[in-house]
DNA sequence: ACGAGTACCTGGCAGC
DNA sequence: TGCTGCCAGGTACTCG
């Protein structure tokens, strides 16, 4: 589910609730998936950052408390029937929540310890992603451009969802292999890429029909409402009118207009 | 080395 | 209503 939007929204809301606070108990509901993370008790939280979709707790020992959210994954303020780890803090609790449990937790000294975390390319707001970085990239791969974009270790945060609506926006087929894409198409996928995010992180990230995305207080984000591609097949391109068409790419669905993307 | 396919989990929903 | 099969926001691993 939580692409960058979703997992900055998440962020944002957790924050208040976290920083300064000291982990009185971590109850972990599933050991065998994230061992060893009871150890961060008694530490207090300095910092909530966001890496990707990562979200990175700073603890006073020097340690790091690292989210992945996976498909399903989020937190809540209240208890819930998939509540995987509960963080118990002076006034109130926490709960990382994963019906699917493609989440995974770590404890660790430095994030680079954590698998991907360690290779991740640069947020879409960083100045390092741009054209010239980007076209690199594309020009020495022949996989679609879909998935050029959904490689963590190109650009951070983008998922399914955001690399469909960015690539709408610029006008280019998720089909088109990479070193197939032009400098100046290029220049508009970077472009895209952050105004979808930026967007979508306004609207509080994208809710679908299955709901698995939710703000910490259940709240759901609005961003569907403006997808222009994603989940839409067979409905009117928002700019053309042609019907929007499904694909797969890397076993995965991809949405597109026939006519606005070539 | 690259890229495609599959595995990992669980729940919701469409279709029969 | 109830069952079955399909689909899902992500990532890691294997194989050709």
Redesign the pocket.
């Known amino acids: 589910?939580?692409?960058l939007p979703e997992v900055e929204v998440t962020r944002r809301a957790i924050a208040p609730k976290v920083l300064g606070k000291v982990i009185r108990r971590v109850e972990n509901r599933d050991p065998e998936r994230y061992p060893g993370i009871e150890a961060a008790r008694g530490a207090r939280v300095l910092d909530v950052l966001r890496r990707?979709?990562f979200l990175l707790f700073h603890l006073s020992d020097g340690s790091w408390l690292v989210f992945?959210l996976?498909?399903?994954g989020g937190f809540r303020f209240q208890e819930t029937?998939?509540t995987r780890v509960v963080l118990e803090l002076e006034d109130g609790a926490l709960y990382f929540h994963d019906?699917?449990?493609?989440g995974r937790v770590w404890r660790v000294a430095d994030p680079k310890e954590v698998?991907?975390l360690s290779r991740i390319g640069p947020e879409p707001t960083d100045p390092a992603f741009d054209a010239a970085y980007l076209y690199r990239k594309a020009k020495?791969?022949?996989?679609?451009i879909k998935?050029i974009l959904?490689d963590?270790e190109v650009v951070a945060g983008l998922?399914?969802?955001y690399a469909d609506e960015a690539l709408f926006r610029a006008g280019v087929r998720p089909t088109r292999p990479?070193n197939r894409i032009t400098k100046k198409e290029a220049e508009r996928i970077v472009q895209a890429v952050r105004e979808v995010l930026e967007a979508a992180l306004k609207a509080g990230g994208?809710?679908?029909?299955?709901?698995?995305?939710r703000r910490p207080d259940e709240k759901i984000g609005y961003f569907?409402l403006s997808h222009a591609v994603y989940g839409r097949e067979g409905k009117p391109c928002p700019v053309c009118g042609a019907p929007i068409r499904r694909t797969r790419i890397?076993?995965?669905?991809a949405h597109y207009c026939p006519s606005c993307q070539r």
């Open positions: 589910m939580p692409e990707g979709k992945h996976g498909m399903s029937p998939h019906p699917r449990r493609f698998p991907l020495k791969s022949r996989r679609p998935a959904m963590q998922g399914n969802i990479g994208s809710t679908l029909k299955d709901q698995s995305y569907q890397q076993g995965r669905s």
